[in-house]
């Protein structure tokens, strides 16, 4: 069974770091994009940093541009999300998912990404 599982949320202080996991188990990540996800109370999941098969193509949302990196290691079918300087307004679930068409990356947003995780809540108090 193909499966995405994100780790690494919490609470964080304004200006804090934190970094997300996301493993997957029942399929190699090697072949498919990856993307990092969120979704606030209210609001629609918009994508946030998405990255290519073979990590050597990024897309970061305008929003989080210079503050996170998303990164792979393939050997360890995981990838991963550094969020750096965090904001109230960042307060999320934060969900990865994967593209299910091999070596593909295609736009960096919901309707593309086809297997979820269930998602890590990340809260930034005012």
């Known amino acids: 069974q193909l499966q995405l599982v994100e780790s690494g949320g919490g609470l964080v202080q304004p200006g804090g770091s934190l970094r997300l996991s996301c493993a997957a188990s029942?399929?190699?990540?090697?072949?498919?994009?990856i993307g990092w996800f969120r979704q606030a109370p209210g609001k629609e999941r918009e994508g946030i940093s998405c990255i290519s098969n073979n990590g050597g193509s990024t897309y970061y949302a305008d929003s989080v541009k210079g503050r996170f990196t998303i990164s792979r290691d393939n050997a360890k079918n995981t990838v991963y999300l550094q969020m750096n300087s965090l904001k109230h307004e960042e307060t999320a679930i934060y969900y990865c998912?994967?593209?299910?068409?091999?070596?593909?990356?295609?736009?960096?947003?919901?309707?593309?990404?086809?297997?979820w995780g269930q998602g890590t809540q990340v809260t930034v108090p005012s």
């Open positions: 029942g399929f190699t990540l090697n072949y498919y994009a």
């Open positions: 998912a994967a593209d299910d068409a091999p070596l593909m990356f295609s736009l960096c947003v919901p309707g593309n990404y086809d297997v």
